[in-house]
């Protein structure tokens, strides 16, 4: 069976600090990747996806960046933090037409002081 | 572009009624159609989705939603609300092509009061 693991859970980062979350999918290959980030509990806004090695689509403008360096590992980056990044962030992958919905991590809390 | 519309923010029902959290569609192909449901601080757990075939379809702990083409909608409904149904829900939708994320409504908070 697939699974999907990031982490950390939770993260406290000061303002200006460098960051870095890593995602990783068990079971399957070459799935579809996203990072989506959700704010105060509520919509979820698709930040990246990426359906390939090296391949990596940006939907908004961010101080954010993120890398596919395996075909099972998504990894989302910044290299200065903003008050701004703060909220909960979600990793999910997909495949193909037979499994076309995407599953979930756990998410990451993250707040920036 | 694809997008989707969830028009409650809040639905509110008592334990054992029906319920339904409504969601509206866009998209510029034929759609796949999906719902999910999040309890505080966790990932999403999907719920249902349509691809093909029965407008009605069935998911996860007694949910069930409907495909309607012509009103691009796909409610989501439960016959006996349960007071551990409450939760955010999120309808997304995505083009039927391998490439293409999904997209999420802003989500409904359904509060199953007893």
């Known amino acids: 069976s697939q699974t999907i693991h990031q982490w950390p859970a939770t993260l406290v980062q000061p303002v200006g600090s460098p960051l870095s979350l890593e995602c990783t999918v068990e079971?399957?290959?070459?799935?579809?990747l996203y990072w989506y980030r959700q704010a105060a509990g509520r919509g979820l806004q698709l930040l990246f996806y990426?359906?390939?090695?090296?391949?990596i689509s940006s939907e908004v403008p961010q101080n954010l960046s993120a890398s596919r360096p395996q075909d099972r590992q998504f990894i989302l980056s910044s290299k200065k933090l903003l008050l701004s990044d703060s909220g909960f962030y979600l990793c999910?992958?997909?495949?193909?037409?037979?499994?076309?919905?995407?599953?979930f991590g756990q998410g990451t809390r993250l707040t920036v002081v | 572009a694809q997008s989707v519309a969830q028009p409650e923010d809040q639905v509110n029902v008592a334990e054992g009624n029906p319920l339904t959290v409504k969601c509206t569609y866009s998209?510029?192909?034929?759609?796949?159609l999906f719902w999910y449901v999040q309890y505080p601080n966790r990932g999403l757990q999907f719920l249902l989705k349509?691809?093909?075939?029965?407008?009605l379809v069935k998911g996860s702990y007694g949910f069930e939603a409907e495909f309607n083409k012509s009103q691009t909608s796909f409610h989501l409904k439960k016959p006996s609300a349960l007071v551990s149904d409450s939760a955010l829900y999120f309808c997304?939708?995505?083009?039927?092509?391998?490439?293409?994320?999904?997209?999420f409504g802003k989500g409904t908070r359904l509060s199953v009061i007893a």
């Open positions: 999910a992958w997909s495949s193909g037409v037979v499994r076309p919905e995407a599953f």
């Open positions: 079971g399957t290959s070459n799935p579809n």
């Open positions: 990426s359906v390939g090695i090296g391949q």
């Open positions: 998209v510029s192909g034929n759609p796949y």
């Open positions: 349509y691809i093909t075939g029965d407008n």
């Open positions: 997304a939708v995505r083009d039927m092509g391998r490439n293409t994320p999904l997209v």
